[in-house]
């Protein structure tokens, strides 16, 4: 199959040659096949739009290096202040106009809920400084305060008010941490994408699962329960099932 030959195009992620190559492994995983597969986990788990954000790699990226100091409206269309869950891919790449070129995966997860940004590394510290762009970028535009829902007394007189802008400002009153969760780790040199495809479809099935309302057990032990080196073996072919499965449609 030629590298630049279209595989599948599912929602606005473009799969080709050289990422179903990359699939078959033993390789690094690319952008888009962590984009494809956060797009799918979204039409699964996420249905009213509201509650959980996958973020595309790419967007990921931008986020965690942009110096734009008009950063808010950019991340206004992403609604993350509606959100409880956001799960940003980190790359270890330090080039902006080469965002594919990383080695490493990782994955950042908000949790409104803790007002905490938590880092999963299938290589333990091995992304912990690119992690924290993310942290750094991010950081003053969460937390609980941004998704707060006045009393319906104080929606009726903010109608009376002319409307404000609605891109997300800073807030300084809530800033949250950054902490450094355990990760299941990998026992290889290139399956960190896998792995971090696997927290994410752990984290989603947590968030969505009946039995977890009361949350008696939390994402992060889930996470260390459901995913473990076994994904090395059976999480390649199981995206490619998939992808043939999508083509078939």
Known sequence: ???????????????????????????????????????????????????????????????????????????????????????????????????????????????????????????????HLHALHIYKSLKGFMGPSVATQPPQSMKNEEKKKPPASSSPAPIADAIPEFVEVPSPQQKNGYDCGIYVIAIARAICQWFSSPRNNNRDVDWVSFVQKHVDASVEITMRGEIIKLIQELRDA
Request: charged fraction near 25%; charge should be negative.
């Open 1 to 127: 199959m030629d590298e630049r030959e279209i595989v599948l195009s599912y929602k606005d992620v473009v799969l080709r040659g050289v990422d179903l190559h990359a699939l078959q492994g033993p390789c690094y995983l690319t952008d888009q096949i962590i984009a494809f597969y956060f797009s799918y986990l979204s039409s699964l788990y996420d249905p009213k739009e509201e509650d959980i954000l996958l973020v595309h790699p790419s967007v990921s990226f931008f986020l965690a290096h942009s110096l734009d100091e008009n950063l808010g409206d950019f991340m206004e269309p992403l609604k993350l202040s509606t959100k409880k869950l956001v799960l940003f891919p980190v790359n270890d790449c330090t080039d902006f106009d080469g965002g594919e070129s990383g080695a490493h995966w990782s994955l950042v997860v908000y949790d409104r809920t803790k007002n905490s940004f938590s880092h999963l590394d299938s290589i333990a510290g091995a992304n």
